[in-house]
């Protein structure tokens, strides 16, 4: 499967954005990840086919993930952003119905779009 970011921007603290990921094939479980210069890899969200989803705990309340289903599209609505969010953001895909936050789970990932939030 092939996986599409966009949306990335730079916004000012307390800002918002939104992220899509487009998949050239459906019936994955989709999680949006971040990478920020010198740091590990980490999951930010993740949701399965039946719309199960999963937050990672940094980002819960202020951050939505959402599938449309009928066009292998999944969204990444990023409210109340501080500069901690700042990094880049990948989309991946894993077979299987667990939303899962670790990298290893997922073998399929996009290009990556960035995230700038500035104080």
């Known amino acids: 499967v092939q996986l599409v970011e966009s949306g990335g921007g730079s916004v000012q603290a307390g800002g918002s954005l939104r992220l899509t990921c487009v998949a050239s094939a459906s019936g994955y479980s989709m999680g949006w990840f971040r990478q920020a210069p010198g740091k590990e890899r980490e999951g930010v969200a993740a949701?399965?086919?039946?719309?199960?989803?999963d937050y990672a705990a940094s980002v819960k309340g202020r951050f939505t993930i959402s599938a449309d289903s009928a066009n292998n599209t999944v969204y990444l609505q990023m409210n109340s952003l501080i500069p901690e969010d700042a990094a880049m953001y990948y989309c991946a895909a894993r077979f299987g119905y667990l939303p899962a936050l670790t990298v290893a789970d997922y073998p399929y990932w996009g290009q990556g779009t960035q995230v700038t939030v500035s104080s």
């Open positions: 949701i399965n086919p039946y719309d199960k989803s």
